[in-house]
Protein backbone atom coordinates (compact mmCIF):
# COMPACT_ATOMS: atom_id res chain seq x y z
CA UNK A 1 0.00 0.00 0.00
CA UNK A 2 2.77 2.50 0.81
CA UNK A 3 4.43 1.65 -2.29
CA UNK A 4 1.37 2.31 -4.29
CA UNK A 5 1.15 5.41 -2.67
CA UNK A 6 4.87 6.17 -3.42
CA UNK A 7 4.92 5.56 -7.24
CA UNK A 8 0.98 7.99 -7.24
CA UNK A 9 3.12 10.56 -6.30
CA UNK A 10 6.13 10.04 -8.62
CA UNK A 11 3.25 10.48 -11.46
CA UNK A 12 2.22 13.70 -10.03
CA UNK A 13 5.38 14.84 -9.80
CA UNK A 14 6.14 13.92 -13.46
CA UNK A 15 2.75 15.00 -14.32
CA UNK A 16 3.53 18.60 -13.05
CA UNK A 17 7.19 19.03 -14.27
CA UNK A 18 6.10 17.77 -17.67
CA UNK A 19 3.32 20.72 -17.57
CA UNK A 20 5.51 23.03 -16.43
CA UNK A 21 8.42 22.46 -19.10
CA UNK A 22 5.08 22.47 -21.00
CA UNK A 23 4.16 26.06 -20.40
CA UNK A 24 8.15 27.49 -20.54
CA UNK A 25 8.24 26.21 -24.31
CA UNK A 26 4.88 27.95 -25.15
CA UNK A 27 6.19 31.30 -23.32
CA UNK A 28 9.42 30.75 -25.59
CA UNK A 29 7.56 30.43 -28.26
CA UNK A 30 5.12 33.55 -28.23
CA UNK A 31 8.61 35.70 -27.27
CA UNK A 32 9.06 39.00 -28.23
CA UNK A 33 10.69 39.91 -31.75
CA UNK A 34 14.33 40.17 -32.54
CA UNK A 35 16.14 43.50 -31.63
CA UNK A 36 19.16 44.77 -32.14
CA UNK A 37 20.40 47.86 -30.60
CA UNK A 38 23.62 49.58 -29.30
CA UNK A 39 23.68 52.11 -26.45
CA UNK A 40 26.58 54.06 -25.32
CA UNK A 41 26.71 57.28 -23.51
CA UNK A 42 26.26 60.90 -25.35
CA UNK A 43 28.93 62.81 -23.94
CA UNK A 44 32.65 61.08 -23.22
CA UNK A 45 36.26 63.05 -22.14
CA UNK A 46 38.97 62.94 -24.51
CA UNK A 47 41.46 60.41 -23.62
CA UNK A 48 39.49 58.40 -21.06
CA UNK A 49 37.15 54.90 -22.16
CA UNK A 50 33.69 53.93 -22.06
CA UNK A 51 31.92 51.22 -22.86
CA UNK A 52 29.96 50.51 -26.28
CA UNK A 53 27.31 47.80 -26.20
CA UNK A 54 25.30 45.67 -28.26
CA UNK A 55 22.18 43.67 -27.34
CA UNK A 56 20.58 41.32 -29.57
CA UNK A 57 17.21 40.27 -27.97
CA UNK A 58 15.12 36.93 -28.34
CA UNK A 59 17.57 34.94 -30.54
CA UNK A 60 21.23 33.92 -30.81
CA UNK A 61 23.78 34.91 -33.45
CA UNK A 62 27.46 35.38 -34.57
CA UNK A 63 29.88 38.08 -33.49
CA UNK A 64 28.68 41.43 -34.75
CA UNK A 65 30.40 43.07 -37.58
CA UNK A 66 31.51 46.31 -36.72
CA UNK A 67 31.94 49.55 -39.75
CA UNK A 68 34.92 51.94 -39.04
CA UNK A 69 35.10 53.65 -36.11
CA UNK A 70 36.34 57.15 -36.77
CA UNK A 71 37.44 58.99 -33.55
CA UNK A 72 37.62 56.18 -31.04
CA UNK A 73 40.16 52.97 -30.54
CA UNK A 74 39.20 49.46 -29.42
CA UNK A 75 41.03 48.48 -26.54
CA UNK A 76 38.94 45.50 -25.71
CA UNK A 77 36.49 43.13 -26.37
CA UNK A 78 33.89 42.04 -27.21
CA UNK A 79 32.83 40.28 -23.70
CA UNK A 80 30.02 38.47 -24.36
CA UNK A 81 27.40 38.19 -21.34
CA UNK A 82 23.98 36.55 -21.71
CA UNK A 83 20.43 36.90 -19.62
CA UNK A 84 17.14 34.76 -19.58
CA UNK A 85 14.16 36.14 -17.74
CA UNK A 86 10.09 34.92 -17.51
CA UNK A 87 7.20 37.06 -16.57
CA UNK A 88 3.65 36.13 -15.73
CA UNK A 89 1.39 39.15 -16.29
CA UNK A 90 -2.27 38.30 -15.77
CA UNK A 91 -1.72 34.60 -16.14
CA UNK A 92 0.12 35.22 -19.37
CA UNK A 93 3.80 34.11 -19.37
CA UNK A 94 6.71 35.64 -21.09
CA UNK A 95 10.21 34.72 -21.85
CA UNK A 96 13.13 37.07 -22.76
CA UNK A 97 16.29 36.36 -23.85
CA UNK A 98 19.50 38.83 -24.51
CA UNK A 99 23.16 38.58 -24.96
CA UNK A 100 24.98 41.59 -24.94
CA UNK A 101 28.52 41.99 -26.62
CA UNK A 102 30.38 44.95 -24.66
CA UNK A 103 33.58 46.64 -26.30
CA UNK A 104 35.83 49.17 -24.16
CA UNK A 105 36.81 51.93 -26.62
CA UNK A 106 39.15 54.85 -26.05
CA UNK A 107 38.15 58.51 -27.09
CA UNK A 108 41.08 59.90 -29.60
CA UNK A 109 40.22 63.56 -30.93
CA UNK A 110 37.57 66.42 -29.64
CA UNK A 111 34.82 66.27 -31.68
CA UNK A 112 31.48 65.44 -32.60
CA UNK A 113 31.56 61.37 -34.05
CA UNK A 114 28.70 59.28 -35.57
CA UNK A 115 29.18 55.35 -35.28
CA UNK A 116 27.59 53.38 -38.03
CA UNK A 117 25.38 50.59 -37.30
CA UNK A 118 26.51 47.06 -36.95
CA UNK A 119 25.15 43.85 -38.17
CA UNK A 120 24.65 40.53 -36.83
CA UNK A 121 24.06 37.37 -38.66
CA UNK A 122 20.78 35.32 -36.61
CA UNK A 123 20.39 31.87 -38.57
CA UNK A 124 20.19 33.31 -41.92
CA UNK A 125 18.73 36.73 -41.34
CA UNK A 126 21.28 39.87 -41.13
CA UNK A 127 20.20 42.35 -38.58
CA UNK A 128 21.71 46.13 -37.99
CA UNK A 129 21.48 48.28 -34.84
CA UNK A 130 20.98 51.89 -34.66
CA UNK A 131 23.84 54.51 -35.52
CA UNK A 132 25.30 56.38 -32.53
CA UNK A 133 26.66 59.98 -31.97
CA UNK A 134 28.90 60.80 -29.57
CA UNK A 135 30.46 63.87 -28.71
CA UNK A 136 34.14 63.94 -27.43
CA UNK A 137 34.72 66.58 -24.88
CA UNK A 138 38.21 67.89 -24.25
CA UNK A 139 40.36 66.98 -21.51
CA UNK A 140 39.90 68.49 -18.32
CA UNK A 141 42.05 71.12 -17.26
CA UNK A 142 43.50 70.16 -13.75
CA UNK A 143 43.71 73.04 -10.95
CA UNK A 144 45.99 72.11 -8.11
CA UNK A 145 44.43 72.80 -4.78
CA UNK A 146 45.81 73.14 -1.54
CA UNK A 147 44.74 70.33 0.89
CA UNK A 148 44.09 70.55 4.24
CA UNK A 149 45.35 68.75 7.17
CA UNK A 150 43.06 67.95 9.15
CA UNK A 151 39.07 66.36 8.61
CA UNK A 152 36.91 69.73 9.09
CA UNK A 153 39.19 71.32 6.92
CA UNK A 154 39.76 69.35 4.07
CA UNK A 155 35.59 69.73 4.03
CA UNK A 156 35.37 73.52 4.22
CA UNK A 157 37.98 73.48 1.63
CA UNK A 158 36.57 71.25 -0.30
CA UNK A 159 33.47 72.59 -1.68
CA UNK A 160 34.06 76.02 -3.90
CA UNK A 161 32.46 77.86 -6.75
CA UNK A 162 34.41 76.41 -8.82
CA UNK A 163 33.31 72.67 -8.71
CA UNK A 164 29.65 73.41 -7.14
CA UNK A 165 27.70 76.29 -8.35
CA UNK A 166 24.36 76.77 -10.61
CA UNK A 167 23.63 78.89 -13.56
CA UNK A 168 20.76 80.79 -14.94
CA UNK A 169 21.42 81.13 -18.88
CA UNK A 170 19.20 82.85 -21.20
CA UNK A 171 19.29 82.20 -25.31
CA UNK A 172 19.33 86.12 -25.84
CA UNK A 173 18.93 89.09 -24.00
CA UNK A 174 18.48 91.75 -26.33
CA UNK A 175 14.40 90.28 -28.00
CA UNK A 176 11.45 91.99 -29.33
CA UNK A 177 8.50 92.21 -27.12
CA UNK A 178 6.74 88.73 -27.58
CA UNK A 179 9.51 87.11 -29.04
CA UNK A 180 10.17 83.86 -27.18
CA UNK A 181 13.81 83.30 -24.69
CA UNK A 182 14.57 80.50 -23.14
CA UNK A 183 15.60 80.54 -19.58
CA UNK A 184 17.46 77.74 -18.20
CA UNK A 185 18.94 77.02 -14.57
CA UNK A 186 21.43 74.36 -14.88
CA UNK A 187 23.76 72.77 -11.75
CA UNK A 188 27.13 72.13 -12.65
CA UNK A 189 29.29 69.74 -10.32
CA UNK A 190 32.20 67.85 -9.76
CA UNK A 191 31.61 66.33 -6.50
CA UNK A 192 29.48 63.75 -5.36
CA UNK A 193 25.33 65.23 -5.33
CA UNK A 194 23.33 63.37 -3.04
CA UNK A 195 20.17 66.11 -2.78
CA UNK A 196 18.84 69.01 -3.87
CA UNK A 197 16.53 70.68 -1.24
CA UNK A 198 14.51 74.19 -0.98
CA UNK A 199 14.25 75.05 -4.61
CA UNK A 200 12.89 79.02 -5.04
CA UNK A 201 12.82 79.95 -8.74
CA UNK A 202 11.77 83.48 -9.05
CA UNK A 203 8.78 85.40 -9.72
CA UNK A 204 8.94 85.94 -13.44
CA UNK A 205 6.69 89.17 -13.41
CA UNK A 206 6.42 90.85 -17.11
CA UNK A 207 6.71 87.96 -18.91
CA UNK A 208 4.10 85.10 -20.55
CA UNK A 209 5.52 81.65 -19.19
CA UNK A 210 5.78 78.37 -20.59
CA UNK A 211 7.49 75.19 -18.49
CA UNK A 212 9.47 73.34 -20.57
CA UNK A 213 8.91 69.70 -20.08
CA UNK A 214 12.01 67.88 -19.08
CA UNK A 215 12.47 63.93 -19.16
CA UNK A 216 11.24 62.01 -16.25
CA UNK A 217 14.71 60.02 -16.13
CA UNK A 218 17.15 62.97 -16.92
CA UNK A 219 20.45 61.76 -16.29
CA UNK A 220 23.69 63.95 -14.94
CA UNK A 221 25.40 65.43 -18.41
CA UNK A 222 29.19 65.84 -19.47
CA UNK A 223 29.51 69.33 -19.97
CA UNK A 224 32.83 71.07 -20.30
CA UNK A 225 32.44 74.61 -19.03
CA UNK A 226 35.30 77.05 -18.95
CA UNK A 227 37.93 74.48 -19.47
CA UNK A 228 36.69 71.89 -16.90
CA UNK A 229 34.52 69.24 -17.83
CA UNK A 230 30.92 69.13 -15.32
CA UNK A 231 28.71 66.59 -14.67
CA UNK A 232 25.31 68.90 -15.49
CA UNK A 233 21.33 68.08 -14.77
CA UNK A 234 19.30 70.52 -15.76
CA UNK A 235 17.07 71.58 -12.76
CA UNK A 236 14.27 74.15 -14.50
CA UNK A 237 14.08 75.79 -18.05
CA UNK A 238 11.10 78.00 -19.04
CA UNK A 239 10.08 79.95 -22.58
CA UNK A 240 9.72 83.58 -21.66
CA UNK A 241 8.01 85.96 -24.02
CA UNK A 242 7.58 89.34 -22.92
CA UNK A 243 4.87 91.47 -22.24
CA UNK A 244 6.58 95.06 -22.44
CA UNK A 245 9.59 97.00 -23.65
CA UNK A 246 12.34 98.30 -21.61
CA UNK A 247 15.21 96.39 -19.50
CA UNK A 248 13.32 93.19 -17.30
CA UNK A 249 15.43 91.77 -14.33
CA UNK A 250 15.14 88.11 -13.89
CA UNK A 251 15.83 87.45 -9.88
CA UNK A 252 18.21 84.94 -8.75
CA UNK A 253 17.20 81.41 -8.50
CA UNK A 254 18.60 80.08 -4.96
CA UNK A 255 18.52 76.31 -3.20
CA UNK A 256 20.36 74.14 -0.99
CA UNK A 257 22.30 71.03 -2.30
CA UNK A 258 23.62 68.10 -0.11
CA UNK A 259 27.56 67.04 -0.86
CA UNK A 260 28.91 64.08 0.25
CA UNK A 261 32.94 64.56 0.62
CA UNK A 262 35.01 62.20 1.08
CA UNK A 263 37.40 62.64 4.22
CA UNK A 264 40.55 60.75 4.63
CA UNK A 265 42.09 59.57 8.11
CA UNK A 266 45.70 59.55 8.66
CA UNK A 267 47.00 56.54 10.28
CA UNK A 268 48.32 57.01 14.02
CA UNK A 269 48.29 53.16 15.41
CA UNK A 270 47.41 49.91 14.27
CA UNK A 271 44.13 50.20 16.30
CA UNK A 272 43.13 53.79 14.58
CA UNK A 273 40.42 53.30 11.99
CA UNK A 274 42.31 53.62 8.41
CA UNK A 275 39.26 53.44 6.42
CA UNK A 276 37.54 56.22 4.24
CA UNK A 277 34.56 58.07 6.41
CA UNK A 278 32.20 60.34 4.67
CA UNK A 279 30.18 63.06 5.44
CA UNK A 280 26.87 65.18 4.03
CA UNK A 281 27.59 69.13 3.50
CA UNK A 282 24.95 71.19 3.02
CA UNK A 283 25.78 74.14 0.53
CA UNK A 284 23.20 77.01 -0.10
CA UNK A 285 23.59 77.96 -4.30
CA UNK A 286 22.29 81.37 -5.52
CA UNK A 287 22.50 82.36 -9.05
CA UNK A 288 23.29 86.31 -10.57
CA UNK A 289 20.24 88.60 -11.22
CA UNK A 290 19.99 88.89 -14.98
CA UNK A 291 18.97 91.49 -17.23
CA UNK A 292 16.92 91.31 -20.67
CA UNK A 293 16.47 94.25 -23.03
CA UNK A 294 13.23 94.12 -24.84
CA UNK A 295 12.58 96.41 -28.16
CA UNK A 296 9.23 97.45 -28.61
CA UNK A 297 7.09 96.18 -31.77
CA UNK A 298 7.61 99.38 -34.30
CA UNK A 299 5.07 101.85 -35.32
CA UNK A 300 2.55 102.11 -37.28
CA UNK A 301 1.20 98.38 -36.07
CA UNK A 302 -1.92 96.89 -38.58
CA UNK A 303 -5.36 97.53 -37.64
CA UNK A 304 -5.94 93.60 -37.56
CA UNK A 305 -2.52 93.02 -35.36
CA UNK A 306 -3.61 91.33 -32.32
CA UNK A 307 0.26 90.53 -30.95
CA UNK A 308 1.13 87.62 -33.01
CA UNK A 309 4.57 86.94 -33.30
CA UNK A 310 7.12 84.58 -35.02
CA UNK A 311 6.63 83.20 -38.22
CA UNK A 312 3.08 81.37 -39.56
CA UNK A 313 1.46 80.45 -42.51
CA UNK A 314 -2.28 80.37 -43.16
CA UNK A 315 -4.39 77.75 -44.88
CA UNK A 316 -8.32 76.87 -45.53
CA UNK A 317 -11.08 74.66 -46.66
CA UNK A 318 -14.61 74.62 -47.08
CA UNK A 319 -16.68 70.89 -46.28
CA UNK A 320 -18.58 71.93 -49.74
CA UNK A 321 -19.32 74.61 -51.95
CA UNK A 322 -22.73 73.66 -52.91
CA UNK A 323 -25.46 72.46 -50.94
CA UNK A 324 -28.71 72.44 -49.52
CA UNK A 325 -30.66 74.60 -47.05
CA UNK A 326 -30.89 74.00 -43.82
CA UNK A 327 -27.51 71.24 -44.01
CA UNK A 328 -24.37 72.20 -42.13
CA UNK A 329 -21.18 73.60 -43.63
CA UNK A 330 -17.96 73.25 -41.93
CA UNK A 331 -14.90 76.24 -43.12
CA UNK A 332 -11.27 75.04 -41.13
CA UNK A 333 -8.70 77.35 -41.20
CA UNK A 334 -4.94 75.99 -40.02
CA UNK A 335 -2.76 78.47 -39.04
CA UNK A 336 1.14 77.07 -38.93
CA UNK A 337 4.45 77.83 -37.81
CA UNK A 338 6.15 79.21 -34.94
CA UNK A 339 6.15 82.02 -31.86
CA UNK A 340 3.94 82.82 -29.66
CA UNK A 341 1.02 80.41 -31.01
CA UNK A 342 -0.75 80.12 -28.01
CA UNK A 343 -1.85 83.76 -27.56
CA UNK A 344 -3.08 83.98 -31.52
CA UNK A 345 -6.66 84.96 -31.10
CA UNK A 346 -9.34 83.16 -32.89
CA UNK A 347 -10.44 85.10 -36.21
CA UNK A 348 -13.82 86.54 -36.40
CA UNK A 349 -15.62 85.91 -39.80
CA UNK A 350 -18.35 88.08 -41.22
CA UNK A 351 -20.86 85.26 -42.53
CA UNK A 352 -23.87 86.14 -44.21
CA UNK A 353 -27.02 87.23 -42.41
CA UNK A 354 -29.08 83.89 -43.72
CA UNK A 355 -25.99 81.62 -42.17
CA UNK A 356 -26.74 80.11 -39.12
CA UNK A 357 -23.38 80.54 -36.77
CA UNK A 358 -22.11 78.40 -33.69
CA UNK A 359 -19.28 78.35 -31.43
CA UNK A 360 -15.99 77.35 -33.48
CA UNK A 361 -14.00 74.11 -32.22
CA UNK A 362 -10.01 75.08 -31.32
CA UNK A 363 -7.53 72.20 -31.84
CA UNK A 364 -3.88 73.04 -30.80
CA UNK A 365 -1.20 70.56 -31.63
CA UNK A 366 1.78 72.56 -30.54
CA UNK A 367 5.48 71.34 -29.57
CA UNK A 368 7.38 73.04 -26.80
CA UNK A 369 11.00 73.21 -26.72
CA UNK A 370 14.11 75.34 -25.76
CA UNK A 371 13.99 77.12 -29.70
CA UNK A 372 10.17 77.92 -29.04
CA UNK A 373 6.71 76.79 -29.73
CA UNK A 374 5.66 75.19 -33.14
CA UNK A 375 3.07 73.63 -34.45
CA UNK A 376 -0.58 73.76 -35.60
CA UNK A 377 -3.87 76.35 -34.73
CA UNK A 378 -6.98 74.71 -36.40
CA UNK A 379 -10.01 76.46 -36.33
CA UNK A 380 -13.66 74.69 -37.19
CA UNK A 381 -16.16 76.97 -37.81
CA UNK A 382 -19.80 75.34 -38.55
CA UNK A 383 -22.72 77.44 -40.01
CA UNK A 384 -26.12 76.48 -41.64
CA UNK A 385 -27.79 78.48 -44.38
CA UNK A 386 -31.31 78.85 -44.19
CA UNK A 387 -32.07 80.26 -47.47
CA UNK A 388 -31.47 79.18 -50.74
CA UNK A 389 -29.36 81.39 -52.94
CA UNK A 390 -25.32 82.50 -53.86
CA UNK A 391 -23.35 83.66 -50.85
CA UNK A 392 -19.70 84.60 -50.23
CA UNK A 393 -17.65 83.23 -47.24
CA UNK A 394 -15.01 86.41 -46.54
CA UNK A 395 -11.46 85.96 -46.92
CA UNK A 396 -9.77 85.78 -43.08
CA UNK A 397 -6.76 87.38 -42.70
CA UNK A 398 -3.89 87.48 -39.65
CA UNK A 399 -1.43 89.93 -39.42
CA UNK A 400 1.84 89.16 -37.14
CA UNK A 401 5.62 90.60 -36.83
CA UNK A 402 8.27 88.95 -38.43
CA UNK A 403 11.32 88.37 -36.08
CA UNK A 404 13.11 87.14 -38.91
CA UNK A 405 12.66 90.07 -41.58
CA UNK A 406 11.78 92.56 -38.97
CA UNK A 407 8.61 93.38 -40.79
CA UNK A 408 4.75 93.19 -39.85
CA UNK A 409 3.57 90.65 -42.56
CA UNK A 410 -0.54 90.06 -43.31
CA UNK A 411 -1.26 86.69 -44.79
CA UNK A 412 -4.74 85.73 -45.91
CA UNK A 413 -7.10 82.50 -47.02
CA UNK A 414 -9.15 82.91 -50.15
CA UNK A 415 -12.44 83.50 -50.23
CA UNK A 416 -15.20 80.96 -50.85
CA UNK A 417 -18.33 81.05 -53.45
CA UNK A 418 -21.42 78.85 -51.81
CA UNK A 419 -24.29 78.01 -53.69
CA UNK A 420 -27.68 77.23 -51.61
CA UNK A 421 -30.23 75.30 -52.86
CA UNK A 422 -33.52 75.06 -51.65
CA UNK A 423 -34.67 72.76 -49.39
CA UNK A 424 -37.45 69.99 -49.80
CA UNK A 425 -39.60 72.09 -47.49
CA UNK A 426 -40.12 76.02 -48.70
CA UNK A 427 -39.54 78.28 -45.98
CA UNK A 428 -42.90 79.61 -47.31
CA UNK A 429 -44.47 76.72 -46.40
CA UNK A 430 -43.23 77.20 -42.86
CA UNK A 431 -44.93 80.73 -42.44
CA UNK A 432 -41.73 81.92 -40.58
CA UNK A 433 -39.89 85.29 -41.16
CA UNK A 434 -35.81 84.59 -41.04
CA UNK A 435 -34.42 87.47 -39.10
CA UNK A 436 -30.68 87.62 -38.42
CA UNK A 437 -29.26 84.17 -37.82
CA UNK A 438 -25.60 84.67 -36.91
CA UNK A 439 -27.01 85.04 -32.92
CA UNK A 440 -29.39 82.14 -32.92
CA UNK A 441 -32.34 83.46 -32.35
CA UNK A 442 -35.04 81.38 -32.83
CA UNK A 443 -37.37 81.41 -35.96
CA UNK A 444 -40.77 83.62 -35.16
CA UNK A 445 -43.90 81.87 -36.00
CA UNK A 446 -46.78 84.18 -36.56
CA UNK A 447 -50.39 83.34 -35.86
CA UNK A 448 -49.69 81.01 -32.71
CA UNK A 449 -49.44 84.14 -29.88
CA UNK A 450 -52.72 85.48 -30.25
CA UNK A 451 -56.09 84.11 -30.25
CA UNK A 452 -59.80 84.43 -30.93
CA UNK A 453 -61.76 86.36 -28.86
CA UNK A 454 -64.56 83.78 -26.50
CA UNK A 455 -68.36 85.45 -27.80
CA UNK A 456 -69.99 82.71 -25.86
CA UNK A 457 -71.85 84.01 -22.96
CA UNK A 458 -70.36 82.74 -19.35
CA UNK A 459 -71.64 81.51 -16.34
CA UNK A 460 -70.76 83.08 -13.24
CA UNK A 461 -70.43 82.05 -9.65
CA UNK A 462 -70.19 82.96 -6.26
CA UNK A 463 -67.99 81.18 -4.06
CA UNK A 464 -67.75 81.22 -0.35
CA UNK A 465 -64.01 80.27 0.79
CA UNK A 466 -63.26 82.34 4.55
CA UNK A 467 -59.31 81.69 5.03
CA UNK A 468 -59.26 82.33 8.32
CA UNK A 469 -60.07 79.12 11.03
CA UNK A 470 -58.91 76.78 8.01
CA UNK A 471 -56.02 74.39 8.13
CA UNK A 472 -53.87 76.43 6.15
CA UNK A 473 -54.46 78.74 8.83
CA UNK A 474 -53.63 77.31 11.27
CA UNK A 475 -50.31 75.50 9.86
CA UNK A 476 -48.77 78.96 9.16
CA UNK A 477 -48.75 79.06 13.24
CA UNK A 478 -47.68 75.32 13.75
CA UNK A 479 -45.07 75.01 11.37
CA UNK A 480 -42.98 77.96 12.39
CA UNK A 481 -43.57 77.49 16.07
CA UNK A 482 -42.03 73.83 15.54
CA UNK A 483 -39.10 74.78 13.33
CA UNK A 484 -38.83 77.74 16.52
CA UNK A 485 -38.74 74.67 18.75
CA UNK A 486 -36.12 72.55 16.92
CA UNK A 487 -33.50 75.29 15.99
CA UNK A 488 -33.67 76.16 19.94
CA UNK A 489 -33.17 72.23 20.94
CA UNK A 490 -30.28 71.84 18.38
CA UNK A 491 -28.70 75.05 19.21
CA UNK A 492 -28.62 74.52 22.95
CA UNK A 493 -27.06 70.77 22.24
CA UNK A 494 -24.62 72.43 20.54
CA UNK A 495 -23.42 75.12 23.36
CA UNK A 496 -23.29 71.70 25.98
CA UNK A 497 -21.03 69.86 23.54
CA UNK A 498 -18.84 73.34 22.77
CA UNK A 499 -18.31 73.43 26.81
CA UNK A 500 -17.28 69.96 27.22
CA UNK A 501 -13.97 70.49 26.29
CA UNK A 502 -12.75 66.75 26.44
CA UNK A 503 -15.77 65.67 24.85
CA UNK A 504 -14.39 68.53 21.70
CA UNK A 505 -10.84 67.38 21.61
CA UNK A 506 -11.97 63.47 21.12
CA UNK A 507 -13.93 64.54 18.06
CA UNK A 508 -11.31 66.62 16.78
CA UNK A 509 -8.54 63.54 17.60
CA UNK A 510 -8.34 62.03 13.62
CA UNK A 511 -9.04 65.63 12.17
CA UNK A 512 -5.83 67.20 14.14
CA UNK A 513 -3.85 64.38 12.97
CA UNK A 514 -4.84 64.72 9.52
CA UNK A 515 -3.86 67.84 9.93
CA UNK A 516 -0.46 66.62 11.28
CA UNK A 517 0.14 64.27 8.85
CA UNK A 518 -0.06 66.44 6.01
CA UNK A 519 2.75 68.75 7.36
CA UNK A 520 4.74 65.46 7.39
CA UNK A 521 3.67 65.13 4.11
CA UNK A 522 5.21 68.18 2.97
CA UNK A 523 8.80 67.06 5.47
CA UNK A 524 8.79 63.85 3.43
CA UNK A 525 8.57 65.37 -0.31
CA UNK A 526 11.15 67.86 1.18
CA UNK A 527 13.51 65.19 1.99
CA UNK A 528 13.58 66.61 5.47
CA UNK A 529 14.04 63.37 7.96
CA UNK A 530 14.23 65.08 11.39
CA UNK A 531 11.08 66.77 10.85
CA UNK A 532 9.30 64.21 9.00
CA UNK A 533 9.67 62.00 12.32
CA UNK A 534 8.96 64.49 14.64
CA UNK A 535 5.87 65.64 13.26
CA UNK A 536 4.57 61.51 12.74
CA UNK A 537 5.58 61.45 16.64
CA UNK A 538 3.77 64.15 17.48
CA UNK A 539 0.22 62.96 15.84
CA UNK A 540 0.72 59.60 16.95
CA UNK A 541 0.88 61.35 20.46
CA UNK A 542 -1.24 64.13 20.17
CA UNK A 543 -4.20 61.93 19.29
CA UNK A 544 -4.29 59.78 21.90
CA UNK A 545 -3.88 62.47 24.20
CA UNK A 546 -7.00 64.13 22.61
CA UNK A 547 -9.16 60.80 22.48
CA UNK A 548 -8.10 59.05 25.44
CA UNK A 549 -8.53 62.69 27.31
CA UNK A 550 -4.98 62.68 28.70
CA UNK A 551 -3.12 65.33 30.23
CA UNK A 552 0.52 65.42 28.34
CA UNK A 553 2.00 64.74 31.55
CA UNK A 554 1.11 61.09 32.08
CA UNK A 555 1.84 60.58 28.37
CA UNK A 556 3.90 57.30 28.29
CA UNK A 557 3.90 54.13 26.90
CA UNK A 558 3.13 52.00 29.29
CA UNK A 559 -0.10 54.50 30.74
CA UNK A 560 -1.07 54.58 27.04
CA UNK A 561 -0.88 50.68 26.69
CA UNK A 562 -3.40 50.29 30.16
CA UNK A 563 -5.41 53.16 29.01
CA UNK A 564 -6.20 51.55 25.36
CA UNK A 565 -6.31 47.81 27.39
CA UNK A 566 -9.14 49.75 29.00
CA UNK A 567 -10.81 51.00 26.32
CA UNK A 568 -11.34 47.51 24.91
CA UNK A 569 -8.74 48.65 22.31
CA UNK A 570 -6.94 44.43 20.74
CA UNK A 571 -4.02 43.36 22.06
CA UNK A 572 -2.24 43.39 18.58
CA UNK A 573 -3.41 46.71 17.65
CA UNK A 574 -1.96 47.96 21.04
CA UNK A 575 1.51 45.80 20.08
CA UNK A 576 1.58 47.73 16.88
CA UNK A 577 1.24 50.66 18.18
CA UNK A 578 4.18 50.45 20.98
CA UNK A 579 6.46 49.52 17.79
CA UNK A 580 5.27 52.11 15.55
CA UNK A 581 6.39 54.67 18.06
CA UNK A 582 9.66 52.57 18.86
CA UNK A 583 10.39 52.57 15.15
CA UNK A 584 9.95 56.26 14.42
CA UNK A 585 11.87 57.20 17.16
CA UNK A 586 14.71 54.83 15.71
CA UNK A 587 14.21 56.24 12.34
CA UNK A 588 14.80 59.69 13.33
CA UNK A 589 18.81 59.60 14.22
CA UNK A 590 19.69 56.73 12.06
CA UNK A 591 21.99 56.95 9.32
CA UNK A 592 19.85 55.02 6.66
CA UNK A 593 20.88 55.02 3.48
CA UNK A 594 17.42 54.87 1.89
CA UNK A 595 15.58 57.44 4.03
CA UNK A 596 12.61 58.23 1.79
CA UNK A 597 11.85 54.77 1.38
CA UNK A 598 11.94 54.32 5.07
CA UNK A 599 9.84 57.61 5.48
CA UNK A 600 7.27 56.74 2.98
CA UNK A 601 6.49 53.12 4.74
CA UNK A 602 6.28 54.96 8.27
CA UNK A 603 3.97 57.36 6.61
CA UNK A 604 1.68 54.40 5.40
CA UNK A 605 1.90 52.54 8.76
CA UNK A 606 0.75 55.79 10.73
CA UNK A 607 -2.50 56.33 8.81
CA UNK A 608 -3.14 52.52 8.93
CA UNK A 609 -2.57 52.39 12.54
CA UNK A 610 -4.82 55.85 13.39
CA UNK A 611 -7.70 54.40 11.57
CA UNK A 612 -7.23 51.31 13.49
CA UNK A 613 -7.35 52.99 16.84
CA UNK A 614 -10.36 55.39 15.51
CA UNK A 615 -12.60 52.55 14.96
CA UNK A 616 -11.26 49.96 17.39
CA UNK A 617 -11.57 52.72 20.10
CA UNK A 618 -15.29 53.71 19.15
CA UNK A 619 -16.23 49.91 20.14
CA UNK A 620 -15.91 50.86 23.57
Not at 129 to 148: C, F, H, M, W, Y
Not at 333 to 351: A, H, R, V
Request: hydrophobic residues 35%; contains cysteine; aromatic residues 10%.
Amino acid sequence: MKYSMSVMKNDSMRLLLIAIFALLASAVCASNDITFEASAPNTVVNGETFQLVYTLSNASGKEPRLSEIDGFEIIAGPFKSTSKSVQIVNGKMTSEKSTRYTYTLLAQKEGTFTISPASIMVENDNYQSNALQIKVLPEDNRVATDQGTGGAQQVSNAITSDNLFIKASLSRSNVMEQEAISLTFKLYSRLDIVDIQSLKFPDLKNFFVQEIDLPQNQQLQLENYNGRNYHTFILKQYLLYPQQSGTIKVDPMTCDVIVRLRQQRQVRSFFDDFFDTYQDVKRPLRTPPLSINVSALPFPKPADFSGAVGSLDISSEVSARELNAHESLTLTLKIKGSGNMKMIKTPEIDFPQDFETYEPKVTNNFKTTASGVSGTKTIEYLVIPRHDGNFVIPAVSISYYDTKEEKYKTISTEAYSIKVNKGRDADAQQGTVVSNYTSQEQVQVLASDIRYINTEPLELRDTMVVFAGSPQFWMMYLVPLLVSCGLLFFFRKQARESADVALMRNRKANKVARKRLKVAETEWKAGNKEKFYDEILKALWGYLCDKLSMPLSDLSKENVASELERHAVPADVIETFIELLHKCEFEQYAPLTDSRAAMDKIFDETISMISRLESSIKKK
